[in-house]
């Protein structure tokens, strides 16, 4: 009877002390240069002309200049001429240098542009003796992320 009554327990001991563990470590090393950027709005042209005892034979403008007498010889008068070229189109904008940058942006009116980025030295490194991962600074316009995750986890 003490036997059969021994071996129930022994089964329920063992299972009670089986353990699953796991670890991961995971290094990365992630490393960017900036890409350039133009962005670009053309303006319209506007022509505008005041003035009192004035008359106009032709308005100016875009054409050229315009043709005005005054009224009333003698008399007082004002006048006030004023003209803004819109901006021409192009489509010479795609064109990259040497280091990834716009050449020679075509900036019109309103415009906002960015220089890319020079890798220089930037450079990230993995070690394969499970040191920490490292990042070489490079030049303007450049970013490097190094990471090390570890995880462990114990079941029963």
Aim: net charge negative; glycine share 14%.
């Amino acid at each position: 009877m003490k036997n059969l009554l021994f071996l129930p327990l022994m089964l329920v001991a063992g299972s009670a002390q089986a353990f699953e563990i796991n670890s991961r470590i995971v290094d990365s090393v992630q490393v960017t240069v900036d890409g350039p950027a133009v962005q670009t709005q053309r303006i319209g042209g506007s022509y505008a002309v005041s003035g009192s005892n004035v008359s106009a034979t032709t308005f100016g403008g875009a054409t050229g200049a315009g043709d005005y007498d005054v009224n009333t010889a003698g008399q007082d008068f004002t006048f006030s001429e004023s003209y803004n070229a819109a901006d021409s189109v192009s489509t010479a904008q795609t064109t990259l240098d040497t280091n990834g940058r716009v050449a020679a942006p075509v900036l019109y009116g309103d415009s906002i542009t960015s220089l890319g980025g020079s890798a220089g030295t930037l450079a990230g490194t993995l070690s394969a003796t499970g040191g920490a991962p490292t990042i070489t600074a490079g030049g303007p316009g450049t970013t490097g992320i190094a990471q090390t995750s570890i995880e462990l986890s114990v079941f029963k």
